[in-house]
């Protein structure tokens, strides 16, 4: 039997990483990925617990999280598809039209 | 009920038909919709007048204008013995001029709007005069006074006409201000605006006192004078007098009705109304009296070297009203709207003729250039001729009986009044003699003017001429409504009927020393005569060697003693001036534009500085995102 805490662990790693992903990367696909990588260690830790407290919600929960993942996976490379049709880059620090 | 509201009425309605459909349909006829409607208020006023005199007094409350807690205000109409004889002068006088105007203003492009005018202006004066509470009064006070501004700059192309419109006006604002606060005085003193009530009470707050900037000052006589304040705007008595020679930038027949007949008496009528009020208070007495009697002097004596026709008799007019207060001022209020009455005619007639002649001449008003017009202008030099000796008080003429009633009662009346009476003979004098120069410079000599003018010269049409006929009738016949009791016992029929409203002044004098008056004012009436016979007819040279020998005294009179410049200098210039650098330049340019361009220069300086926050970078919001996340995880974690 695995503790509980180990799930918790690999969780606080994977959204680390995602985290420092986010940040550091500079290609916006990358982005895409660590923004993956977070929402899934928070999958890991909902799955560990719901399964440590014995009830369902928490699972249920988890197939909301992956629904919207996967529909803001798909905006989000239409979004990215289109603008590099009219600039071509994906490269973050390129793209900044919002600069106040 | 319905015909005495109706006298008001009529030229009101004729105004709005007048003003909504002049321009395009009525044009050239408005006088058919105007002259009717002021004839029908005449009728209708001789049937009020015709009541009154059988005894009865109207009062008519209409319509609730204004009802708040204790605060009523009525539209009603008071008809009473001085309304009656108010309603009879304004309305015939009235009609006159609205005929002769149809002659006059004939051709002009603005037709419809001067008879418009002339009907609003109407209706006003005869709110003014039949208001049975203070604010209708007021309501007609103001009515008229727009009308005043709207019929002197109504030639508004020509800029001076358009600058004494603005003077007149605004010399009123002074007057009317004083008129304003005495209003809301009268109604906090006495809790009603109503007359009846007013005057009534009147007597109940003898010698109380209000205190006013740390001094105690008697209320009653506050409020006459605060009224009589606006008098002096209204009826152009010093200091305000400024407006009227200015005035006649307008139109002649508006000179003759508004600036002579009717509308600057209102000063007058008013004082004569409050006559509960004044009676009370000896200071106000005096003031008002001794303000007439120098004003009558002061535009006299200008009006002896004045070469514009309409302005000697404008200046005969201030002079005129001068008396009038003096009358009121010694109490002798009957007197005194006696001599508005009778002066009504002859200086409606006054300026009437000299509309006739400028309108021969082709609007030249110098006298210098006019002469010989006797041969010419038959009809127009009689009724001259009978109007100046009404108004020097020839006797057998209007303006014998009523100049004559006044200065008696200012020399029966005590020391002052002897110092006025002397005043006013001196006045007779001055009259007598610019009447006559302005008949002989006009009509007696030869012809001065160019040769064009010579050529065109006629009399002026029926229209203008049958109107001058039936005020000469009045300016002979007017002053037979009160004869005094020396000539003809129960002969002041007009101090009789007035008795119920004015009082009945009581002087002391025996009839030796009345028929000396009576000698001495018709002495002086021939002695003006006689100076401008010797000085215009005789020796022509004369005028011209006087001028050299007394050049300061005549450079003052002519410059009306400089009184529009001492103006100009004390409250004109530095209100502009004042206007320019502290309103304009500073309240303006630095209060008003400083906090309209202020708070978006202000916005704009902090937006500038904070929108750099917004690098663009998705990792730097990010990096801000997960920080503040961390921050919120650490509270929680550690602090909670």
Known sequence: MVPLSWYILLSAVMFSIGVFGFLSRRNLILIFLSLELMLNSVNISLVAFSHYLQSMRGQILVFFIITVAAAEAAIGLAILIAFYRNNPTIKVDEINLMKG | ?640
């Not at chain 2, 009581?506 to 000085?535: D, F, K, P, Q, R």
């Not at chain 2, 340019?589 to 917004?614: C, D, H, T, Y």
């Open chain 2, 1 to 640: 009920m319905l015909k005495y509201i109706l006298i008001p009425l009529l030229p009101l309605i004729a105004f709005i038909i007048n003003i909504l459909f002049g321009r395009n349909f009525i044009k050239d006829k408005a006088h058919w919709i105007a002259v009717p409607a002021v004839a029908c208020s005449f009728i209708l006023a001789l049937s009020a007048f015709m009541n009154v005199a059988s005894g009865n007094v109207i009062n008519i409350n209409v319509y609730n204008w204004i009802v708040s807690g204790t605060f009523t205000v009525t539209i009603g109409f008071l008809i009473d013995q001085l309304t009656a004889i108010m309603l009879i002068v304004v309305t015939s006088i009235s009609t006159l001029i609205f005929i002769y105007s149809i002659g006059y203003m004939h051709g002009d492009k603005g037709y419809y709007r001067f008879f418009s005018y002339l009907s609003l202006f109407v209706f006003s004066m005869l709110i003014l005069v039949m208001a049975n509470n203070f604010l209708l009064l007021y309501f007609g006070w103001e009515a008229v006074g727009l009308c005043s501004y709207f019929l002197i700059g109504f030639w508004y192309e020509k800029k001076s006409a358009a600058n004494a419109g603005k003077k007149a006006f605004i010399v009123n604002r002074f007057g009317d201000f004083g008129f304003g606060l005495g209003v809301i005085l009268v109604f906090l003193t006495y809790g009603s605006l109503e007359y009846t009530q007013v005057f009534s009470d009147a007597g109940s707050i003898a010698g109380q006192t209000i205190n006013i900037f740390g001094s105690d000052v008697d209320l009653i006589t506050l409020i006459c004078l605060l009224l009589f304040c606006g008098a002096v705007g209204k009826s152009a008595q010093m200091p305000l007098h400024v407006w009227l020679p200015d005035a006649m930038e307008g139109p002649t027949p508006v000179s003759a009705l508004i600036h002579a007949a009717t509308m600057v008496t209102a000063g007058v009528f008013l004082v004569a109304r409050c006559n509960p009020l004044f009676s009370l208070s000896h200071t106000a007495m005096n003031t008002v009296a001794i303000v007439g009697g120098v004003t009558s002097i002061f535009a006299a004596s200008i009006g002896l070297v004045q070469n514009d026709i309409k302005r000697v008799i404008a200046y005969s007019t201030v002079s005129q009203l001068g008396y009038m207060f003096l009358a009121l001022g010694v109490g002798a209020y009957s007197a005194g709207i006696f001599h508005l009455y009778t002066h009504a005619y002859f200086k409606a007639l006054l300026f009437l003729g000299s509309g006739s002649v400028i309108h021969a001449l082709g609007n030249e008003q110098n006298m210098q250039k006019m002469g010989g017009l006797k041969k010419y202008m038959p009809v127009t030099y009689a009724v001259f001729v009978i109007a100046t000796l009404s108004i020097t008080g020839i006797p057998g003429l209007s303006g014998f009986f009523s100049k004559d009633e006044i200065l008696w009662r200012a020399y029966s009346s005590g020391e002052l009044g002897k110092v006025l009476w002397l005043l006013g003979t001196i006045v007779a004098l001055m009259t007598a003699f610019y009447s006559w120069r302005l008949i002989f410079l006009t009509f007696h000599g030869k012809f001065r003017g160019t040769h064009e003018q010579e050529h065109h010269l006629h009399e002026s049409p029926k229209v203008i001429t049958v109107p001058l006929m039936f005020l000469a009738f009045g300016a002979i016949f007017a002053g037979y409504a009160g004869i005094p009791p020396l000539i003809l016992e129960h002969g002041d029929k007009i101090g009789e009927f007035l008795g119920p409203v004015l009082g009945h002044p009581h002087g002391e004098g025996s009839h030796l020393e009345e028929i000396m008056v009576m000698m001495t004012s018709v002495l002086v009436a021939v002695g003006g005569w006689y100076g401008a016979y010797i000085m215009y007819v005789k020796k022509p040279d004369m005028p011209l060697e006087a001028v050299s020998k007394f050049t300061p005294l005549y450079n003052l009179l002519f410059n009306k003693y400089y009184v529009d410049e001492i103006y100009d200098k004390v409250f004109v210039k530095p209100t502009l001036k004042m206007s320019d650098k502290v309103v304009l330049g500073f309240f303006d340019v630095k209060i008003i534009e400083g906090i309209v361009n202020g708070v978006p220069n202000l916005v704009g300086a902090f937006s500038k500085k904070f929108r750099e926050i917004q690098t663009g970078m998705l990792s730097n919001y990010g990096l801000v995102m997960a920080l503040g996340a961390l921050c919120i995880i650490g509270y929680v974690i550690f602090l909670k």
